[in-house]
C-alpha cells in the first residue's frame, strides 16, 4: 500500500507560478511511475505529466514548455512546477502512482490539492 499526499495548491493570477509536491510514503524508486492529473468540474480526469523511475517524463500538449515535473528521491517526493499559468488550468490536481508486483500494476491516487488560476 502506497500513500501519497499532494500539497502546495492554491489560488494565483494568471500568468503566475505555483508548484505541487507529492510525497509517498515509501522510496519512489520503487514506484515504476509517478504522474499528476487533474480534473475540473464536468470534465474527465487527464494526464498533466509523468516521470518514470528512470527518468522519462511525458507531458501533455496544453502544458508542454509551461510545466516542468522533477523528482528528488531522497525526499521520495515529486513536484510539477507550474509557469504561466492559465484560467483554464483551473482544477483538482492528483498524483498518481503506478507500482509494479510482478506481472500485476496497482495504482494508487492521493487526496488532490485545488489549482485554482483567476484574477
Known amino acids: 500500500q502506497v500513500t501519497l499526499v499532494e500539497s502546495g495548491g492554491g489560488l494565483v493570477q494568471p500568468g503566475g507560478s505555483l508548484r505541487l509536491s507529492c510525497v509517498a510514503s515509501?522510496?519512489?524508486?520503487?514506484?515504476?511511475?509517478i504522474g499528476w492529473y487533474r480534473q475540473s468540474p464536468g470534465k474527465q480526469r487527464e494526464l498533466v505529466a509523468s516521470?518514470?523511475?528512470?527518468?522519462?517524463?511525458n507531458y501533455a500538449a496544453s502544458v508542454k514548455g509551461r510545466f516542468t515535473i522533477s523528482r528528488d528521491n531522497a525526499r521520495n517526493t515529486v513536484y510539477l512546477q507550474m509557469n504561466s499559468l492559465k484560467p483554464e488550468d483551473t482544477a483538482v490536481y492528483y498524483c498518481?502512482?503506478?507500482?509494479?508486483?510482478?506481472?500485476?500494476?496497482?495504482?494508487?491516487w492521493g487526496q488532490g490539492t485545488q489549482v485554482t488560476v483567476s484574477s
Open positions: 516521470i518514470t523511475s528512470g527518468s522519462s517524463t
Open positions: 515509501e522510496s519512489i524508486l520503487s514506484i515504476y511511475a
Open positions: 498518481k502512482g503506478e507500482k509494479l508486483y510482478g506481472l500485476a500494476r496497482y495504482d494508487y
